[in-house]
């Protein structure tokens, strides 16, 4: 068992030597390469890939050590196998310690030699198929963990991690496309946010044409120099669900001799994993949306609120943020439906929800609880700014004429009550007793706000 093109360097200061070692060696198939100085070797070695040196220990200049620690200092080193006339006990542990394969004692049987290379290449040749089978079982496992990442905050730093790793860079971005328009940076690796959200700019475009890794063209050079970046030493991943562009990785400041010295085959197979995982990641999300989502407004329904309430109660407590709980039931909103059917009832609450939405933050969360209820977390929201905003909905909603374009023209009102955290509750259960009870304290008097201050004292117990 050779190994395919197997390089063997030679190196004695005796012509002899140099002749009988090549000439056995020959014989056996290898490419041999002859030099009588450690010096000269050690420049090969820089030179070529070669597999395996049998060099003399005894030598002017560089000696057989010397040369066994230039070989082990290569970034694919060559085994070593050292001989020579002079052998003591102390100078064949010495050379094993140093790295040495073997240790030949002239005058030596030609066959020992043989032997001694033939095993030597064969011990190569097996390690270097395991490495291979490591690096194949490594790619599957990575492949395998990218794939099967449903969450999408947890595959897109993951997917970058691996690109990084890969294409041997620290700079690098993802975004996705909210509404499947405008994109958000969602991770940055040392690039500033500026930079990546310009960047991400200029190569849209690009990204939609594209199917795979791959390099931007040259027709976006110009605008990639004014912010410091070349076309050749950036990679684009996109990444689709169903087909359609929702988003993308960007991998900057990769060398541009690593086209000659990456591993395509794997890395295409770790895109397609990470595109794979994409899609999953966006079906699950697709999934969740339907699971938490209220069929009627599009606004989240009282399981998700749960879910939303520990995560601001958990951000809350790590930051000393404030925040607060919403509750709003619309009044008399039986009348519409007494009058107008269920129908038109349903028509006027999807209305009522897209008022909401025009009233608050993109940062805070919007539910239905069914029926006319509806609640909002607010978040870094203290109970004076709370107050302001359920006014500004109790207005918008009071001076709005649902169902005009059904021509049923109707008025309602609503009534809101909130708690603040951790100002009024430090629990999620007490939290949500006291917004209900402010909301309720409300409905006496209807189409106004309450927070907890509101409270009538027996109500609070």
Same mark, same amino acid.
């Given at each position: 068992?050779?190994?395919? !093109?197997?390089?063997? %360097? =030679? /190196?004695? @200061?005796?012509?002899?030597?140099? $002749?009988?070692?090549? &000439? +056995? #060696?020959?014989?056996?198939?290898?490419?041999?390469?002859?030099?009588?100085?450690?010096?000269?070797?050690?420049?090969?070695?820089?030179? !070529?890939?070669?597999? %395996? =040196? /049998?060099? @003399?220990?005894?030598?002017?200049? $560089?000696?057989?050590? &010397? +040369? #066994?620690?230039?070989?082990?200092?290569?970034?694919?080193?060559?085994?070593?196998?050292?001989?020579?006339?002079?052998?003591?006990?102390?100078?064949?542990?010495?050379?094993?310690?140093?790295?040495?394969?073997?240790?030949?004692?002239?005058?030596?049987?030609?066959?020992?030699?043989?032997?001694?290379?033939?095993?030597?290449?064969?011990?190569?040749?097996?390690?270097?198929?395991?490495?291979?089978?490591?690096?194949?079982?490594?790619?599957?496992?990575?492949?395998?963990?990218?794939?099967?990442?449903?969450?999408?905050?947890?595959?897109?730093?993951?997917?970058?991690?691996?690109?990084?790793?890969?294409?041997?860079?620290?700079?690098?971005?993802?975004?996705?496309?909210?509404?499947?328009?405008?994109?958000?940076?969602?991770?940055?690796?040392?690039?500033?946010?500026?930079?990546?959200?310009?960047?991400?700019?200029?190569?849209?475009?690009?990204?939609?044409?594209?199917?795979?890794?791959?390099?931007?063209?040259?027709?976006?050079?110009?605008?990639?120099?004014?912010?410091?970046?070349?076309?050749?030493?950036?990679?684009?991943?996109?990444?689709?669900?169903?087909?359609?562009?929702?988003?993308?990785?960007?991998?900057?400041?990769?060398?541009?001799?690593?086209?000659?010295?990456?591993?395509?085959?794997?890395?295409?197979?770790?895109?397609?994993?990470?595109?794979?995982?994409?899609?999953?990641?966006?079906?699950?999300?697709?999934?969740?949306?339907?699971?938490?989502?209220?069929?009627?407004?599009?606004?989240?329904?009282?399981?998700?609120?749960?879910?939303?309430?520990?995560?601001?109660?958990?951000?809350?407590?790590?930051?000393?943020?404030?925040?607060?709980?919403?509750?709003?039931?619309?009044?008399?909103?039986?009348?519409?439906?007494?009058?107008?059917?269920?129908?038109?009832?349903?028509?006027?609450?999807?209305?009522?929800?897209?008022?909401?939405?025009?009233?608050?933050?993109?940062?805070?969360?919007?539910?239905?609880?069914?029926?006319?209820?509806?609640?909002?977390?607010?978040?870094?929201?203290?109970?004076?700014?709370?107050?302001?905003?359920?006014?500004?909905?109790?207005?918008?909603?009071?001076?709005?004429?649902?169902?005009?374009?059904?021509?049923?023209?109707?008025?309602?009102?609503?009534?809101?009550?909130?708690?603040?955290?951790?100002?009024?509750?430090?629990?999620?259960?007490?939290?949500?007793?006291?917004?209900?009870?402010?909301?309720?304290?409300?409905?006496?008097?209807?189409?106004?706000?309450?927070?907890?201050?509101?409270?009538?004292?027996?109500?609070?117990?």
């Amino acid at each position: 068992m050779i190994l395919p !093109q197997s390089n063997i %360097l =030679v /190196v004695d @200061d005796e012509l002899f030597f140099r $002749k009988l070692y090549c &000439d +056995l #060696l020959m014989e056996e198939g290898y490419h041999v390469e002859v030099c009588d100085n450690g010096d000269d070797a050690i420049k090969i070695l820089q030179q !070529q890939q070669i597999d %395996l =040196v /049998v060099t @003399d220990m005894v030598m002017p200049g $560089k000696s057989g050590l &010397d +040369l #066994l620690r230039a070989a082990k200092a290569q970034s694919n080193p060559p085994d070593v196998i050292l001989v020579t006339g002079h052998a003591t006990m102390e100078s064949a542990i010495d050379a094993l310690k140093s790295g040495a394969h073997d240790y030949l004692i002239k005058p030596f049987n030609p066959e020992d030699l043989k032997h001694q290379v033939r095993n030597c290449l064969d011990q190569r040749k097996l390690l270097t198929d395991n490495e291979q089978l490591r690096r194949q079982i490594q790619l599957h496992q990575t492949g395998q963990s990218l794939s099967s990442l449903i969450d999408m905050d947890r595959l897109l730093p993951r997917a970058l991690d691996v690109l990084q790793r890969e294409m041997d860079t620290s700079v690098a971005c993802a975004f996705t496309l909210k509404d499947g328009l405008s994109p958000v940076v969602t991770e940055l690796r040392n690039i500033p946010s500026e930079v990546a959200e310009r960047l991400i700019e200029i190569l849209i475009p690009q990204f939609k044409e594209v199917t795979g890794l791959c390099q931007p063209n040259n027709k976006v050079e110009a605008k990639l120099e004014k912010l410091q970046q070349r076309c050749q030493k950036i990679w684009l991943l996109p990444l689709r669900d169903g087909g359609v562009f929702e988003g993308g990785l960007i991998v900057c400041d990769v060398a541009e001799s690593v086209s000659a010295t990456l591993p395509f085959a794997d890395l295409h197979y770790l895109c397609d994993q990470v595109s794979l995982g994409f899609e999953n990641s966006c079906r699950y999300r697709d999934a969740q949306q339907l699971m938490y989502t209220d069929d009627l407004t599009g606004l989240y329904n009282h399981r998700y609120m749960q879910i939303s309430l520990n995560r601001e109660i958990r951000r809350s407590q790590r930051y000393g943020l404030k925040f607060s709980l919403l509750f709003l039931d619309l009044d008399r909103f039986k009348e519409i439906n007494d009058k107008y059917g269920h129908l038109a009832g349903s028509a006027a609450l999807q209305e009522v929800g897209r008022l909401l939405v025009d009233c608050v933050r993109d940062v805070d969360t919007l539910f239905r609880f069914g029926g006319d209820e509806f609640a909002a977390i607010l978040v870094e929201t203290d109970d004076r700014t709370a107050r302001v905003v359920a006014e500004r909905i109790r207005k918008v909603i009071e001076e709005f004429a649902f169902l005009k374009e059904r021509d049923m023209a109707s008025y309602v009102t609503v009534t809101a009550g909130f708690a603040t955290f951790p100002t009024d509750a430090t629990e999620k259960d007490k939290l949500l007793s006291l917004a209900d009870k402010a909301m309720y304290a409300g409905k006496e008097s209807r189409n106004v706000i309450c927070g907890v201050v509101d409270i009538p004292e027996d109500k609070l117990d």
